[in-house]
């Protein structure tokens, strides 16, 4: 295995790449999941029509709804599934033009590469993991952690520039 020696104005480049292609790609989820939460209609559902949040009251209607499919498709898989069968819960566009329409709009340029079957695959995706992110989390101690790979937060990150670039 070879090792590549960077200067540290390389280092600090790379990093503003890095932290600049993460604002950018938080912006345009943001941007998506702003767009999902205006079109979320939970009229018609009793007991979520005045939810504060929207996001966790679609989680919810997708599990009383389709939440069988789980053991099927996975969680990721079944909320794709509910999505393409167009619940009443979140009105999005759904047709190939729209939704890139809708993806070029929020901020998504790199559909413009994109087939439509690529692009479909992200949007149903991108939907899917936010309306995931509303899941009720799980609080795991750490040796019920389940994965060895330690998190960090975009101002972790930003802190450790700091330390290196100021060495």
């Known amino acids: 295995m070879t090792t590549k020696r960077i200067t540290l ?7 503003k790449q890095i932290i600049n292609e993460d604002f950018s790609n938080e912006n345009k989820y943001r941007n998506l999941e702003s767009f999902m939460i205006d079109n979320i209609d ?3 559902y009793d007991g979520y029509e005045n939810s504060r949040d929207k996001l966790q009251s679609v989680y919810d209607i997708f599990l009383s709804e389709n939440g069988y499919n789980i053991n099927r498709y996975g969680k990721k898989g079944a909320i794709i599934e ?8 979140i009105s999005l566009p759904y047709n190939y033009s729209e939704v890139e329409n809708a993806l070029y709009s929020l ?10 079957d690529e692009i479909d695959s992200l949007y149903y995706n991108s939907i899917a993991d936010i309306i995931l992110s509303s899941e ?32």
Not at 9 to 15: A, H, V
Not at 82 to 89: E, Q, T
Not at 107 to 116: A, Q, S
């Open 9 to 15: 104005n390389e280092l600090k480049s790379l990093i």
């Open 42 to 44: 939970l009229s018609g």
């Open 82 to 89: 509910w999505l393409r069968g167009l619940p009443s819960a």
């Open 107 to 116: 901020g998504f340029d790199e559909i413009k590469d994109m087939g439509n």
């Open 136 to 167: 009720p989390k799980t609080n795991y101690s750490l040796n019920e952690s389940k994965s060895n790979v330690k998190k960090i937060t975009l101002n972790q990150l930003r802190g450790l520039v700091k330390q290196i670039t100021n060495k």
